[in-house]
């Protein structure tokens, strides 16, 4: 139980498009869900909070106009990164925490390539 | 907000050997998290390890909340084990704050 699937696991995009990740709770309902980013050899580090019905949570630094997060149902969370640029490269992990279990569950994420 | 510093941050092991990794913490947690990222990046949730000890296969880990420390035990290590293991934990709220990991390989 408390599988999390994220979509596309690979995106190579031009410069100044926009892309879109989803991320799904397969057999849970989410309130909640993370957004993080990932750099070569570095840790992960918390890009938003996704709130189901509401705003998203984002951390300093983070630019919400480029990062559009919609947490529109229970069980789908998307990021959209607007405007792309090589800058933008990197890996792409969403989670959730798991009702009636402890901890959080990770998708297997998205590795965004910007050319 | 709370740091998490993992040690070491690269290890090389030869297979079969044992090895401990360490997360240090700079705040009381509610929620501690082991997990192994593998070559295709993937997080692999290994223990949720707010506090004692618990095993799994070769895998086993200890967390002393009051002395803010958790470790991870990996026995007989085997090639499959090769990847980043991060500690994650959770102090007031819901977000997770991941320690830099530990790059681990196991040579054959």
């Known amino acids: 139980g408390a599988v999390v699937s994220q979509h596309p696991s690979r995106v190579i995009c031009k410069s100044g498009t926009s892309v879109k990740i989803e991320c799904r709770s397969l057999?849970?309902?989410?309130?909640?869900m993370f957004w993080y980013r990932q750099f070569p050899k570095q840790s992960l580090m918390l890009m938003a909070t996704?709130?189901?019905?509401?705003?998203?949570?984002?951390e300093q630094g983070v630019e919400k106009d480029k990062f559009l997060i919609n947490h529109a149902s229970l069980t789908l969370s998307t990021l959209t990164v607007t405007s792309a640029h090589p800058e933008d490269s990197s890996f792409y992990i969403c989670?959730?925490?798991?009702?009636?279990?402890?901890?959080?569950?990770f998708g297997s994420g998205t590795r965004l390539t910007v050319v | 907000g709370i740091q998490v510093e993992q040690s070491p941050p690269d290890l090389i092991l030869q297979e079969g050997a044992n090895s401990t990794l360490r997360c240090n913490f700079s705040?009381?947690?509610?929620?501690l998290q082991w997990f192994h990222q593998n070559p295709w990046g993937q997080l692999i949730n290994l223990f949720y390890?707010?506090?004692g000890t618990k095993q799994n296969g070769r895998l086993s880990a200890t967390t002393v909340a009051t002395e803010r420390y958790s470790l991870l035990y990996i026995s007989s290590s085997q090639t499959t084990d090769s990847g980043v293991y991060f500690c994650?934990?959770?102090?007031?709220?819901?977000?997770?704050?991941f320690g830099g990991g530990t790059r681990v390989l196991v040579k054959p």
């Open positions: 989670s959730a925490s798991n009702p009636g279990q402890y901890g959080y569950t």
């Open positions: 057999d849970f309902q989410a309130t909640t």
């Open positions: 996704s709130n189901e019905g509401s705003k998203a949570t984002y």
């Open positions: 705040d009381s947690v509610n929620n």
């Open positions: 390890i707010p506090s």
């Open positions: 994650a934990v959770r102090a007031a709220g819901n977000k997770l704050t």
